[in-house]
């Protein structure tokens, strides 16, 4: 064994989102059918929208232009200078925002956007200071996917969602802007719109509050859209895309169902931009070229907005009541509440009173063919313990729905059984 850098133990050692991605590859890999897998974020085969990357796909193919900038090119670190500037275009024309190709950085996935923002604003200042700087998230539990992303240590400070109680059997978080202090710590704001895991869209009185909070102190809101606005466009409500020149947002090609072309954005102030670009040239040259490709095509023909608009919203609008209904219906007699879900791909299950910790009902249900993601892991960087953190699962309804009716059926089952 060689000896080890501080980098390596930090990132490369068995954290959360490592063991996660290994244990649902691994249950995905078994495909065993016995097995409902309910634990990932990946998103839904739906055939539509299949059929339109397979035409997209086949179309560019033909073309030796498109093709040779799919395949032949490294493109400059910041991306594409013509995607950049038809997206650029799309958001001002649908969101009215109020950029150019100069916000606009491609990276590879959200994931990596979010390695690049979270450590370009927290971890040791440059002000000569020696200070070093944190990453608030104004309301837990947020994305697992973060956690282990800070190069230093103790990178998070999070505060717990207001629990409110909106129905019998549902919640929903709020921000708690009485108990939420920005220190000079303080390096930036984050949250993500729909929240993974808890399918919360927070409000716009909510998103300007922070966003008025972050720039009275001279730090950015850094808002992750992956599954939320403008595409790919899963929020169930009347919610609309969000503008502040403090805020800066990222996009992703994922959720609408092209994960595998690691394809993310950043849109934000040109400075930003600059060091996004410069990181991607360090990190890895440039970018994938496949999916700004695919979505270029898309962008300015209206075809992007009608895909969100008329199949991913609603197919996902679809599988989120059917499945809603099923698991009210499979937990009678089970004191249990849903987060209202406004968005994303999942149930976030509050078992208050359960015996069971969220950790034994995950390895329960493991070992009954059911996969689901204990909340435990979406709390990181609290002040202190908080029971509820123990209480939650994450259930994700994209799978098929005879997948998703078995695993919901096969969880009630058991958990009835307590009661
Ligand atoms: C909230 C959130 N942000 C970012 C990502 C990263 O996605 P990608 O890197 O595929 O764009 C995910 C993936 O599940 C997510 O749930």
């Known amino acids: 064994m060689f000896p080890r850098s501080q980098f390596a133990a930090r990132l490369a050692s068995h954290c959360g989102i490592v063991e996660l991605m290994e244990d649902l590859g691994s249950a995905l890999a078994a495909a065993d059918p016995g097995v ?57 024309r649908t ?21 690049y923002l979270l450590n370009l604003f ?5 002000d000569g200071t020696g200070r070093s700087r944190k990453i608030l998230l104004p309301l837990a539990p947020e994305y697992i996917g973060y956690a282990d992303q800070g190069l230093a240590p103790d990178f998070f400070v999070s505060q717990p969602g207001r629990i409110e109680l909106t129905g019998p059997q549902r919640f929903k978080y709020r921000i708690d802007f009485e108990r939420l202090q920005i220190t000079p710590e303080i390096g930036a704001i984050c949250l993500s ?16 509050q922070l966003a008025g909070l972050a720039a009275a102190h001279g730090i950015p809101l850094l808002l992750d859209n992956a599954y939320g606005l403008p595409f790919p466009g ?5 919610a609309e895309p969000f503008w502040h020149p403090n805020v800066i947002q990222t996009l992703s090609l994922s959720k609408l169902g092209l994960p595998g072309t690691r394809t993310g954005f950043v849109v934000g102030p040109p400075d930003v931009i600059r060091e996004i670009a410069a990181l991607n040239a360090v990190v890895g040259l440039a970018n994938n ?33 059917e499945s809603l209904a099923l698991l009210d219906q499979e937990l009678q007699g089970v004191p249990y509440r849903v987060h209202e879900p406004e968005g994303a791909f999942f149930l976030w299950l509050w078992l208050e009173d359960c015996p069971l910790s969220a950790r034994e009902l995950y390895l329960g249900l493991k070992e009954r063919g059911v996969i689901v993601v204990p909340g435990d892991y979406f709390f990181y960087g609290l002040p202190e313990e908080w029971p509820h953190q123990h209480q939650c699962l994450r259930i994700s309804y994209t799978q098929p729905e005879a997948t998703v009716t078995k695993g919901i059926q096969t969880m009630g089952a058991w958990l009835r059984s307590f009661w």
Do not use: H
């Not at 796909?57 to 490294?74: E, F, I, Q, T």
């Not at 899963?234 to 009347?238: A, E, K, N, S, T």
């Open 95 to 115: 969101c009215g925002w109020d950029v150019g190709p100069e916000n606009i950085a491609v990276t590879p996935g959200g994931q990596t956007a979010f390695f």
């Open 36 to 92: 409902a897998m309910m634990g990932g974020g990946n998103p839904a085969r739906i055939p539509e929208v299949e059929a339109i990357w397979s035409r997209v796909v086949s179309d560019l193919a033909r073309s030796p232009d498109a093709l040779g900038a799919m395949l032949g090119n490294y493109d400059p670190p910041a991306g594409s200078p013509s995607f950049r500037s038809e997206l650029a275009s799309f958001l001002r």
């Open 289 to 321: 070229n496949l999916g700004q490709v695919i979505a270029k095509s898309l962008l300015n023909t209206g075809e992007l907005e009608r895909i969100s608009r008329d199949l991913i919203r609603p197919y996902y609008q679809r599988r989120c009541q």
């Open 193 to 208: 719109r729909p929240t993974n895991p808890s399918a919360n869209v927070v409000t716009r009185e909510e998103l300007e």
């Open 122 to 126: 927290g971890g040791q200042s440059a």
């Open 234 to 238: 899963v929020v169930f409500g009347d």
